[in-house]
């Protein structure tokens, strides 16, 4: 009990975790008043605006300089590190920003190019390809063009064959995009699943189908069979042989 009362009593951590919370809290704040609907899983969700990362680190060292004084050690390190991560943060960003114009401008080409994209096309399907790339800006986006299905694709639920083929997701940023993108209104959601990836076998693939249909409630399933050519390095030479597609309450 000690050992708490003394982390319940670090006025410094408090304050960064205070921070990030109402950053996060505000968050579901934007999304009530744009949705009129509370979304709770945005209080773990990252990505959009505003930056919890931002906020925690920002208080970290404003909360050391006070506490421990402006000219201390630690207040340098905190500030080194919140210097760090606003940085990567506001990279991030400007990328996530510069590719939702980018989607932005096709979808707008789509129109200009006669295809009256609106709420009678019967659908809309866009691919958003790998949790790593997806962001709360692009599904706004894509929202916007009123976009009716999307296609989410982890390939495959296994960390370790992630790394492997050098994807630069993990199978829990899988879960988190899935209901990130179902709280902003995409209620029709494909995925894909690749078998035949290095090193996985009937056990790993049976792990990915599980974990996906235990996990998420899907519109569509699909798995593609991969054949790697020979002496290619993982991922960067493949063929796709035809996909299997079947409904996701389909067993």
């Known amino acids: 009990m000690n050992f708490f009362n003394q982390i319940f009593h670090n006025q410094i951590l408090m304050t960064a975790i205070v921070s990030w919370a109402l950053a996060q809290l505000i968050k579901i704040i934007i999304e009530l008043i744009r ?10 969700a990252t990505g959009g605006m505003p930056s919890s990362h931002s906020s925690l680190v920002v208080a970290l060292a404003t909360a050391t300089g006070l506490r421990q004084g402006f000219d201390s050690s630690l207040f340098a390190i905190a500030t080194v590190l919140a210097f760090v991560v606003l940085y990567d ?3 991030i960003r400007r990328q ?3 590719q939702a114009r980018i989607i932005n401008r096709m979808l707008q080409n789509v129109e200009n190019a006669g295809i009256k994209v609106d709420k009678n096309l019967k659908e809309f399907t866009v691919e ?8 709360s800006e692009k599904l706004q986006t894509m929202k916007t063009y009123d976009v009716t299905r999307i296609s989410i694709n982890p390939q495959t639920m296994n ?12 199978s829990a940023q899988v879960i988190e995009k899935f209901n990130l993108a179902r709280s902003m209104g995409f209620n029709d959601i494909n995925m894909d699943m ?3 990836l290095p090193g996985e076998g009937i056990k790993e693939v049976l792990h990915t189908k599980n974990e996906i249909l235990s996990f998420l409630s899907l519109t569509y399933f699909f798995i593609a069979l991969i054949s790697l050519i020979n002496a290619c390095k993982y991922g960067l030479t493949s063929f796709l042989l035809p996909t299997i597609v079947f409904a996701a309450n389909e067993q």
């Open 159 to 170: 960390d370790d064959t992630l790394k492997m083929i050098g994807r630069g997701h993990t």
């Open 35 to 44: 949705t009129h609907r509370i979304n709770w899983q945005l209080i773990f």
């Open 96 to 98: 996530a920003g510069n």
């Open 194 to 196: 690749i078998i035949g």
């Open 89 to 91: 943060a506001q990279g």
């Open 128 to 135: 958003c390809g790998r949790p790593d790339s997806i962001t």
